[in-house]
């Protein structure tokens, strides 16, 4: 009988990218430079339209790259928002993607953990590993689902995780701060972390975190 | 060779139920009776979390019927804004979706369409039939995706329409007002009309409608 997972002291950590370890909304400057006042509402629908768009393409079965789903949510949103774009804003926008900033409490946690640890993002290759290399983190191991032309939250992408690290289900933590990320991991298998920086309420998806922690810090407690 | 799809003389019509001929909005009057000022936030976040999930649900390979999809969008929601939710409440505002309004346009439109026609709905048939009962609408199929247990836009949701309706999907006109549900069809091989009520960008998922409407009127035109 395999060991009982245990989100304490699991042989290998894997982390969410996107709005876990790198801030999304630090396009928002970016994005307020090009439309003074509209910054804000942009960045959040931008992200909004990025997320349905992983979904509903999965579940079309019509995957594209996060690269072009991540410029067609953005085409979208300043369609909506009546903003004109031109193909150097586009550029500029999406370069922003390359150079997120990181969240605060990254750098150090990564820095201090001893764990194997690695990345599983929706990101195609082309954004996330120029983002990573920026960025001076450091991985075991850097995992994009494209390889499997599928977003997250289905069940193999996760399970990707597993047989790249070959290591046991059970003996995964996952860390991500969107909530339905998690969810879909712990559905999977995995233990999970939920890193709650908002202070939301869990999504009703019929499973529950291990742990809701409000930073990165506090998974070397 | 089939005959080319021909969206203008279609053997039959599939309708989306909710958003296209029912109103969820009309939920909105009993959220602001409960919560005075915040009936229109909390039907737009209850909406939004319900698609979410089934995306979401639909991905994670964890369905649950609409029904209990709902209920747990409008648990989100509610907590979201800070609003407490009794059993009364949750059970008052459930019985809301058994009775949604029909958009004006939908009584008369239906009324005179002589082609056969049905609904697609991701309605679990606890919620959809009593709906359909309710509004006095006729049709010659009401489908659920409940017997699929797997929600739009997945492409064997609307091959469940075409195997129904016994009608070559180039044949069939699919109807919805959700834009997404309507590429979704378009990729699996129907003809589309998007209903744009609201003036909105097409979405940006690799598709184009057929044709954009305004109202239902325009599908007799």
Chains 1, 2 share one sequence.
Not at 51 to 77: D, G, H, I, K, N
Not at 136 to 141: C, E, H, K, M, S
Request: with cysteine.
């Amino acid at each position: 009988m395999p060991a009982e997972a245990s989100p304490l002291s699991p042989e290998a950590f894997v982390f969410d990218a996107y709005g876990t370890l790198y801030d999304v909304y630090s396009v928002t400057a970016r994005c307020e430079s090009c439309w003074p006042g509209k910054g804000a509402p942009l960045a959040q629908l931008w992200r909004a339209k990025q997320l349905e768009y992983t979904w509903q393409r999965s579940l079309m079965q019509r995957y594209a790259p996060f690269s072009t789903v991540t410029r067609e949510a953005l085409a979208y949103a300043c369609e909506a928002l009546g903003l004109e774009l031109s193909v150097a804003q586009m550029e500029g926008l999406m370069s922003e993607y390359l150079r997120l900033a990181t969240y605060p409490d990254v750098t150090d946690s990564l820095s201090r953990l001893r764990t194997k640890h690695a990345i599983l993002s929706n990101g195609s290759p082309d954004m996330l590993l120029p983002l990573v290399e920026s960025s001076g983190l450091r991985f075991d191991a850097v995992i994009s689902v494209d390889e499997l032309k599928i977003f997250k939250p289905a069940p193999q992408v996760y399970e990707l995780a597993a047989k790249k690290l070959k290591t046991e289900k059970s003996q995964i933590a996952f860390v991500s701060s969107n909530c339905w990320d998690a969810l879909g991991a712990k559905s999977y298998g995995f233990s999970v972390y939920w890193i709650n920086r908002g202070n939301a309420p869990v999504e009703r998806l019929g499973f529950k975190p291990d742990r809701v922690l409000k930073s990165l810090d506090e998974i070397l407690q």
